[in-house]
Every structure is written in C-alpha cells, then in structure tokens.
C-alpha cells in the first residue's frame, strides 16, 4: 500500500483526449485511490475508482513504471474510448482497460473546475483574472468580426459600383462609336467639296473653336437652381435696402450679378429663419462651415447630386460640391464685386470646369473642391494673406488655381503615362504630364469669349494672374515635390523671405499651399480621413489593372491581390506630407494642427495593419 501511495504522491493531474473527443481526466482521490474520470462531447460523465488491488490485476507491479507509462500515453493523446454496455470504457496503452460507470454529475464543469485548479497549481495567474482576459478577448474578437463584416459590405458596395461604371462605359463607347461613324461619313461625303472653301472653313474655324474637347459640347453652361444661387450669394454678400434700390441688371457696373440678383440682407435673414426648400437648408448649414477645417464636400455632393459615389458624380445636373464651393468662396472674398466679374461667364466658366472632371473614384470633382476649401482654410483661417502680404489679385489666383488643379484628370498618374510611353508623355518630354493638360486645357478653352472670366482685368494682372495660376498648378506633380520643397526650406531659412516683396517668393508660398491643399486628407479628421482613403485605393487598384492588362508589373501599392494600404500611408505621412506640413506650420503656425492629426491617422494605421 506504501508504494501505491507513494507513486500516486508523485501523480499530477492528467489529461487527455482520445479518438472520440472524449475528455479523461487521472488523479489521485481524496482516499489513497487513482480515480478516472470521462467526459463525452455529449456532456456525459463516467467515473471509476481503482485501488491496489484492482490497479495489480490491471498488470501493475511497479506503480512507479506504471504511472510513468500512463503519463506518457496522455500527453501523447494516444488512449481510445469506447461505450461498454450502460458504462464507458478508456484502453491507455501499457496500462490496461478503464471501465467506468455512469456518473450524475454536469462533465464539462467538472472538467472545467479541474483544469482552472491545474492552470491555479502550475501557473502565479488568477483563474478568474484568466476568465476576465478570455472574455475581454472574445469582446474584442467579437468587434473586430463586426468591423470586418462592415468591410465586407463596402468592399461589395464598391464591387456594385464597379460594375455600374463598366455597364455604364460600355454603353457610352457604343455611342462614341456610333457618332465617330457619322462624322466619318459626313468627312467622306464632304471630300469632294473644293479644297479652297474647305481650307477657309476650317481657318474660320480656328478663330472661334478651342483645340481641346469642350466637356458642355454645344450648350454654354449647365441648368442651375437660380433660387439656391440667391441664398448661397445671399449668405456670403453684403446687398442692403439700398444697394437693391440702386442695382441695375443692364448696367455694366452691375456685371458681378448680371445673372443671379442679390437678395438683400432682411431678405436673407427671414429666408433663414422657415427654409422652405430642403436642399437650400442643406447646403446653408453646409457652408456654415465653409472657415472650418472639416467642411464636408461628401454631404455636399450628397444633398447636390444624390450621391458622392460614381453615379452622383457623372451627370450632376444642378452642379456639384465643386461649383457650389467656388461660387461661394467667390463671394466669400467679394472678387465678384472687386473685379466686376461677368457673372454670366464665371458661371460658365464654373459649369465648364465641373464637367470637364471625369467620375474618377478619386480625383474627381469633389477632391477638387476638397482642395479648394483647403486652399482657402490656408489662406483665410490659417493666415497666410496676412503673413506673405497678399493682395487680392494673388488670392483670386489661388482660388482659380485650386479650382482646376486637376481638370481633365484620367485617373492614372504621369509614371503610367511614362511607363506606357503615352502621346502625351512624349508631347510633354515625360514633364509634368498631366498638371500641363490641367492647366493649359483650360487656358484654351478660356479663349472662347464665353469662358473668358479673366476678360475684366488689365492686360498685365491677367499676365500676372496667369503666371501665378500656372505655376501653382504645375507645383502639384509630385515629381517636383523634393525640388520645391527644398526651395521653400532655404527661403524660409533667408531672413528677407518674409517681406514677401519678390513675387517668386509669393508665388512659391501660394505653390506650397495647393501642395499641402492637394494632400491635406492625411490631416483632416479622420471620418474624411478614411473616406477618402477609399476613393483613392479604388483609383490605385484601377490603374493597377490597366498595368497588369497591359503586361506591366503594378506599381506600388496598387495591386489588389497584395494590398498594402496601411504601409503606403504610414510611409506617405512620414516622407511626404509631416515634413510639408511642418514647413508650413513653421511659415503660418496656425497650421500646425494639421501635423497632430497626421499622426493621430498615422497611429490608426499602426493599429489596423491590413498587409
């Protein structure tokens, strides 16, 4: 009996699992004795109790070999279970058969209770302290299903609006065929024409029609809703009783409201007080935020267009967030009034540049207008009139910079261009491929007398302002990024840079802050923050595709099978955009927000690596 007990002193609890799941548990029992335990997937227990003697005709002589097999034979999970009879019976190799009998007791909490009090012996933990981090792990686990159930959903939204665009192209490549056939057969019947007429036709031609496609086609400018334009110039002009009294639609002094009358000041405060008309309350409250920093041209696009999805992006018949925001800031700065600007031409001029951005999930309309409200927080709210002493003129410049940054974008960058080795690659010598379409497409079609919005100044501050717009909109290509931010940090180093009385050096800060404008959405909040990276990974996986279709590697970050979009942002805000944003908070701290929440999305990355 002294070596039974003995052995069994040197017994630790053991577990195992056999072949049918079944849970066994062997220990020694408060009365000297080996007891073994089993507990079926079912919940079914068995139980059995085996002294000396028993254990002596199960072929135990040496209970210390003994013990030593069995041990062995659990932790290598190798025993078998079987039902016997109304019993269950464990077979543990070099041990013999365990027959246990039915026990009335709940098997799984037993087991449970054993295993918590085994961990409690062989560990310093606290099994309620044990349960407690189960339990936070599984509420986060839980979570973390909910947000990856909510990818999933967007990323099908995403596939549904996919698919939308494709039938969409489909259908328009069918019509573009179809006019190309016609125009193809009116050239062939018109061949026989003399050669004389058609050379003068054609030159005649040249004096009235721009060498780029018109987005508007034959109409001058888009529908408009006439009474939201009247609140909307209502919120941001200053028209009294006395100035409505004066006010003459034929007058040339009067161009800046040609089209739209100004509602006077009472007028628009009583308008304010009952909106009757829904969407004007919308895009009231909207633009109250117009100095803040998380003005949201998503619900704008949203109230204007129905969606800032592809389809809300295509049409927009009523104009969109980009030309609401422009006429807005228009007279938000009172350049309407300051230059006697034709109102009839600017609004043209804003319906032709709205149209003339293609639905792309990212650089679309809607960024544009992201980018104008940024250059104008810059500007306004961040100081930067005030600090580089600029005067109305280079305002204006930068707004109509903002504006058309990336009209006609195609939704692929200049390294595709470089890489394919496109027409206009080679037309541009692989410089500044696309910022040269945006800005010098517009120029042409502003020699068209109804776009023409620079019609009302002088000959040299149109010069001016057209040297301003076009370097600023060429100081967008990321290729140029290192060269002009090298030239921003050695100014500002210089202690004449803050006169501000060369023009270059105005015209590197405005440069500086389409810059910052044209990548802020790492230092928005982070609700736009990640709206925004979802229209952009769309475009980069888009043009990843084109890559892959046409034989070519995918660049970076831009294949859809190796996503990797928490890499490419962290590296983007740590190389590109905390160091310009530093050098301009370092110009205008006001600012320098802006870096603190670039980190704040930084850490949400760090957080949710999606490599």
């Known amino acids: 009996m002294a070596a039974l007990e003995q052995a069994l002193a040197q017994l630790p609890k053991l577990f195992t699992k056999t072949n049918e ?212 110039k209502g919120q941001f002009m200053d028209f009294s009783e006395e100035s409505a009294a004066a006010y003459d639609s034929e007058s040339k002094a009067y161009q800046y409201c040609k089209v739209v009358r100004p509602m006077t000041n009472a007028a628009f405060e009583k308008l304010t007080e009952g909106f009757s008309e829904p969407l004007q309350q919308t895009v009231h409250k909207l633009l109250e935020k117009i100095d803040d920093w998380d003005y949201d041209v998503f619900g704008l696009q949203e109230a204007m267009c129905g969606s800032f999805m592809h389809e809300g992006l295509v049409e927009q018949p009523r104009g969109g967030s980009l030309f609401i925001t422009a006429y807005a800031l228009l007279h938000r700065y009172g350049f309407m009034q300051k230059f006697n600007i034709n109102e009839k031409i600017m609004l043209n001029w804003l ?152 023009k270059d050096d105005i015209r590197l800060a405005l440069s500086m802050a389409v810059k910052m404008a044209d990548i802020s959405n790492c230092g928005r909040d982070q609700k736009l923050y990640l709206g925004w990276c979802n229209q952009i990974a769309d475009e980069f996986y888009m043009q990843g595709d084109r890559e892959r279709n046409l034989g070519f590697p995918c660049s970076p970050f831009m294949d859809r099978f190796l996503p990797a979009m928490a890499k490419g942002q962290i590296a983007f805000m740590n190389y590109i955009v905390v160091p310009l944003f530093e050098c301009i908070s370092e110009l205008i701290p006001k600012m320098h927000f802006s870096v603190d929440l670039t980190e704040e999305n930084k850490a949400y990355w760090t957080q949710n690596d999606d490599s």
């Open 21 to 232: 799941d079944t849970v066994v548990l062997a220990k020694t029992s408060h009365d000297g004795a080996l007891a073994v335990t089993a507990c079926t997937p079912q919940n079914d227990a068995y139980e059995g109790r085996y002294d000396q003697e028993s254990l002596q005709k199960m072929g135990a002589s040496d209970f210390k070999l003994y013990f030593d097999t069995m041990t062995d034979s659990f932790n290598k999970n190798k025993c078998t279970s079987a039902s016997s009879g109304g019993g269950y019976s464990i077979d543990v190799p070099g041990c013999g058969r365990f027959e246990l009998a039915k026990a009335g007791m709940n098997g799984h909490s037993f087991m449970l209770e054993n295993i918590i009090s085994f961990t409690k012996l062989r560990t310093s933990k606290d099994p309620d302290r044990l349960l407690e981090e189960a339990n936070t792990r599984a509420v986060d686990a839980s979570a973390k299903v909910g947000d990856l159930e909510e990818e999933a959903r967007s990323l099908q939204h995403t596939i549904t609006i996919c698919r939308e665009k494709v039938t969409y192209n489909h259908t328009r490549i069918k019509d573009l065929e179809s006019e190309l056939a016609e125009l193809q057969l009116k050239k062939k019947n018109a061949a026989g024409e003399d050669a004389e007429a058609e050379e003068a036709a054609y030159e005649e031609e040249e004096d009235v029609i721009s060498r780029v496609r018109n987005p508007l086609g034959e109409i001058e400018c888009k529908e408009y809703d006439l009474d939201l334009l009247r609140m909307v």
């Open 351 to 502: 319906s032709l540049v709205e149209s003339g951005y293609h639905p792309n999930p990212y650089h679309n309309s809607m960024h544009a207008a992201d980018v104008l409200h940024v250059t104008h927080y810059i500007l306004s709210p961040g100081d930067m009139i005030n600090t580089c002493r600029l005067c109305d003129e280079d305002v204006f410049a930068a707004i109509m910079a903002a504006i058309i940054h990336d009209y006609n974008h195609p939704g692929i960058n200049n390294n595709f261009h470089i890489k394919v080795q496109t027409y206009l690659a080679t037309l541009f010598n692989d410089r500044s491929i696309l910022e040269n379409i945006h800005v010098s497409s517009v120029f042409e079609l502003m020699k068209t007398e109804q776009f023409n919005v620079l019609e009302c100044f002088e000959e040299e501050k149109r010069r001016d302002i057209r040297e301003t717009l076009v370097e600023m909109v060429l100081a967008t290509d990321m290729g140029l990024h290192a060269k002009i931010l090298g030239s921003f940090k050695r100014r500002l180093a210089d202690d004449d840079f803050r006169t501000f009385k060369r």
